[in-house]
Nanobody
Framework: EVQLQASGGGSVQAGGSLRLSCAAS????????LGWFRQAPGKEREPVSY????????LYAESIKGRFTIYIDNAKNTVYLQMNSLKPEDTAIYYC????????????????WGQGTQVTVSS
């Protein structure tokens, strides 16, 4: 069974930091893309960041560029999202998923989708 379990969310004040983890099982990180997405209340799920295990290509949404960092720990089969300088607009449920479509940040190309982890940022 392919699983990606997002964790590490919580409630922080604006300017704070969180590190989200996505523990993967049932597949290897060879030739896949791993993405973080988020969904705020009343909004569509949107891409946050992408990383390719194939060549290390990284993509960031403009809204978080310079504040968030995506990286992989291959030994732990885990992808992380380090979130700094958090803003209230970062409040959302954060999800991780994988894709075989190189360079894609389209929700449609990713899966499977778990329950995600809640991030709440207050001012």
């Amino acid at each position: 069974e392919v699983q990606l379990q997002a964790s590490g969310g919580g409630s922080v004040q604006a300017g704070g930091s969180l590190r989200l983890s996505c523990a993967a099982s049932g597949f290897t990180f060879d030739d896949v893309g791993l993405g973080w997405f988020r969904q705020a209340p009343g909004k569509e799920r949107e891409p946050v960041s992408y990383i390719s295990s194939y060549d290390g290509r990284i993509l960031y949404a403009e809204s978080i560029k310079g504040r968030f960092t995506i990286y992989i720990d291959n030994a732990k089969n885990t992808v992380y999202l380090q979130m700094n300088s958090l803003k209230p607009e970062d409040t959302a449920i954060y999800y991780c998923a994988k894709t075989t479509q190189y360079g894609s940040t389209r929700d449609l190309d990713f899966g499977p989708w778990g329950q995600g982890t809640q991030v709440t940022v207050s001012s």
